[in-house]
C-alpha cells in the first residue's frame, strides 16, 4: 500500500511529494499534464517560500528583490524585508525545478488525471491503486473538492487575475504594487531584461485596456507585451474543511482568499508540510487544525486589506497610510516575508 497520493502536479503538489519522500512516506502523483504548466501567478517568491524551496534541494533561477513598493502613480511607500530576499521566478522555471526534482528522487509521476476516487477506513482507491492517504492537490478550481461536497459557495463579486511579461530591464529591486481605482497591477523583476505585470480586477476586459488605468507604469512599459497573457479565477474559492476522511486537500484546493498579498506559493508550501506531517503521524484528523494555523496570518491579512479595497473610502488611503506610517507598512510587509 502507498502512503500517499497526490492528485495534481504543480508545484504544490509536487512540493506534498518531496516532504512526504523526505519524511521517509511512498508517495505518487497524478498529473495529466507536461511539466512545466504555465499559468497566471505573479511570480514573486517571498524569502520563506525561498528558504522552503532551497530546503527541498529545488535549484532556483530567477531575480533578486529586497522588498514590497505601494504606490498610486503620485505617492509611494516601500519594506524591506528583515528575512532575506525575495525571488522574482518564471512560473514555468519553477515548476520545471521543481518536477526535475521529483524525478531525480524517483517519485513516480502518472502522466494521466486521477480518475474516479472512493476510499474506505482502510485506505483510498484511485486509477487501481491503494493509499492509506490522498492529498487534493487539483488547484484553484479543485474536482476533488467539489465531487466531495466541500465546496462553499461564495457572494462576493469574483477577482480574477491576468499576467503578461515585458521585455524591459527592471527599474527597481522591489516589487512594486500600483494600485487604482478598483484594481491593482503587481511588477515583479523576473530576469536581467524581463518584468512580469500581474492585474488583479474584477473587470472582465482585455489585459491592454485594464493597463490604461496605470499611466505611470505604462509609461516604462514597451508597447507590446513579451509573453501572452494568463488568466486566473474567480480568486476566491472556499470550502467547509480541509478533511474528508483520508482525503487532505492542500494549497489553492484547499481554499483561496486572494492574490493581493502575493502569499500563494508560501502558503501552499507550509501546507504541504503540515499535511505530510499529519500523514506521517497518522494523524489526519488534525490537519484542519494545522492548516488554519499555517494560513491564519495570509488569510487574516488578505481578507482585511480586500475588506479596505473594496470600500471606497478606506481604499482611497492605502497607499497615502503606508507613506506616513511607515513603519506599520514595514510590520506588514514582513509579516507576509515570514
Not at 263 to 286: F, H, K, M, N, Y
Not at 318 to 332: C, D, K, M, N
Amino acid at each position: 500500500m502507498i502512503d500517499l497520493l497526490v492528485a495534481g502536479g504543480g508545484p504544490v503538489g509536487l512540493a506534498t511529494a518531496l516532504y512526504a519522500r523526505r519524511a521517509g512516506l511512498s508517495v505518487e502523483v497524478f498529473e495529466p499534464r507536461l511539466a512545466p504548466i504555465d499559468k497566471a501567478c505573479g511570480e514573486g517568491l517571498m524569502p520563506c517560500a525561498v528558504a522552503a524551496l532551497e530546503d527541498l534541494l529545488v535549484p532556483l533561477r530567477g531575480h533578486p528583490f529586497r522588498g514590497i513598493r505601494y504606490t498610486d502613480g503620485h505617492r509611494g511607500a516601500e519594506a524591506e524585508f528583515a528575512a532575506g530576499l525575495g525571488l522574482g521566478v518564471r512560473r514555468t522555471t519553477l515548476h520545471a525545478a521543481l518536477a526535475d526534482t521529483v524525478r531525480q528522487q524517483g517519485i513516480v509521476v502518472h502522466p494521466r488525471p486521477v480518475g474516479p476516487v472512493r476510499q474506505d477506513a482502510r485506505g483510498v482507491y484511485a486509477d487501481g491503486l491503494t493509499a492509506r492517504y490522498l492529498a487534493a492537490a487539483d488547484g484553484l478550481h479543485s474536482p476533488l473538492r467539489r465531487s466531495l461536497g466541500l465546496e462553499v459557495p461564495t457572494a462576493t463579486p469574483p477577482r480574477f487575475g491576468l499576467r503578461t511579461h515585458f521585455q524591459v530591464a527592471p527599474w527597481t529591486d522591489l516589487v512594486e504594487v500600483h494600485w487604482a481605482n478598483d484594481m491593482e497591477a503587481y511588477v515583479t523583476p523576473v530576469a536581467p531584461e524581463l518584468v512580469g505585470v500581474a492585474i488583479l480586477t474584477r473587470r472582465r476586459v482585455p489585459f491592454a485596456e485594464q493597463l490604461r488605468s496605470f499611466p505611470r507604469l505604462i509609461e516604462r512599459l514597451p508597447d507590446v507585451a513579451g509573453s501572452e497573457t494568463r488568466g486566473a479565477g474567480p480568486l476566491l474559492q472556499r470550502s467547509s474543511s480541509r478533511v474528508c476522511g483520508r482525503i487532505l486537500l492542500v494549497g489553492d484546493a484547499a481554499g483561496y482568499v486572494d492574490a493581493l498579498t502575493g502569499e500563494g506559493i508560501s502558503v501552499g508550501l507550509a501546507s504541504a508540510r503540515a499535511l505530510v506531517d499529519c500523514v506521517a503521524s497518522d494523524q489526519p484528523q488534525t490537519y484542519e487544525r494545522s492548516w488554519l494555523k499555517a494560513t491564519r496570518r495570509y488569510r487574516w491579512l488578505t481578507s482585511s486589506l480586500l475588506w479596505a479595497r473594496d470600500h471606497r473610502t478606506s481604499a482611497a488611503v492605502i497607499v497615502p497610510s503606508a507613506q506616513r506610517l511607515p513603519g506599520v507598512f514595514a510590520a506588514a510587509v514582513n509579516q507576509l516575508a515570514r
